[in-house]
T-cell receptor
Framework: AQKITQTQPGMFVQEKEAVTLDCTYD???????LFWYKQPSSGEMIFLIY??????QNATEGRYSLNFQKARKSANLVISASQLGDSAMYFC????????????FGKGTSLLVTP | GAGVSQTPSNKVTEKGKYVELRCDPI?????LYWYRQSLGQGPEFLIY??????ADDSGLPNDRFFAVRPEGSVSTLKIQRTERGDSAVYLC???WGAGQPQHFGDGTRLSIL
């Protein structure tokens, strides 16, 4: 069964607008972590933001914030004030204890920021 | 540089050949992971090292795949008798410890003809 679900294959947003990328997850591990990574066309995976399952507050990193709704098992990424350089693939990932705290990735959302 | 380094960046070889992919993690990072990313998909876990030992290799698809990290730093992913289905980008990531944010290299794009 898919552990991380990203339902939006592609998204468009206009420059300077905010955009929300959806992510839902499935786990029975009480201790887990949720991550978002950005992958530009050049291929590198860039860590954006992290939320631990026991964290009380939503994580924020600059223009990125994570809307963590534990009961709904969702961890949406919000990008505020979009920039042209934000155009990329975005992956949601979950870390559980097994296997070895490795990341389990979703299929990704392709974001295109238009002028 | 200070990041995770992977070599080669591209590798093209014929079906049936043996390949080695190298990963040099961030200095001091004890945890090292290998992932495989097929076109249009997210990365999939292959193997995890904590120090020198393979702590979890449950993601390796079959016994043609093997990885080592003999001194707890550089790791090599080895693929024997390559098949066309092995074509993918192989990503290496390292972190301070298991569960910490992982930092990825730029990957090795492997093409099997």
């Amino acid at each position: 069964a898919q552990k991380i679900t990203q339902t939006q294959p592609g998204m468009f947003v206009q420059e300077k607008e905010a955009v929300t990328l959806d992510c839902t997850y499935d786990t029975s591990d009480p201790s887990y972590g949720l991550f978002w990574y950005k992958q530009p066309s050049s291929g590198e995976m860039i860590f954006l933001i992290y939320q631990g399952s026991y964290d009380q507050q939503n994580a924020t990193e600059g223009r990125y914030s994570l809307n963590f709704q534990k009961a709904r098992k969702s961890a949406n990424l919000v990008i505020s004030a979009s920039q042209l350089g934000d155009s990329a693939m975005y992956f949601c990932a979950m870390r559980e204890k097994l296997p070895g705290y490795a990341l389990n990735f979703g299929k990704g959302t392709s974001l295109l920021v238009t002028p | 540089g200070a990041g995770v380094s992977q070599t080669p960046s591209n590798k093209v070889t014929e079906k049936g050949k043996y390949v080695e992919l190298r990963c040099d993690p961030i200095s001091g990072h004890t945890a090292l992971y290998w992932y495989r990313q097929s076109l249009g998909q997210g990365p999939e876990f292959l193997i995890y090292f904590q120090g020198t030992g393979a702590a979890d290799d449950s993601g390796l698809p079959n016994d043609r795949f093997f990885a080592v990290r003999p001194e707890g730093s550089v790791s090599t992913l080895k693929i024997q008798r390559t098949e066309r289905g092995d074509s993918a980008v192989y990503l290496c990531a390292s972190s301070w410890g298991a569960g910490q944010p992982q930092h990825f290299g730029d990957g090795t794009r492997l093409s099997i003809l």
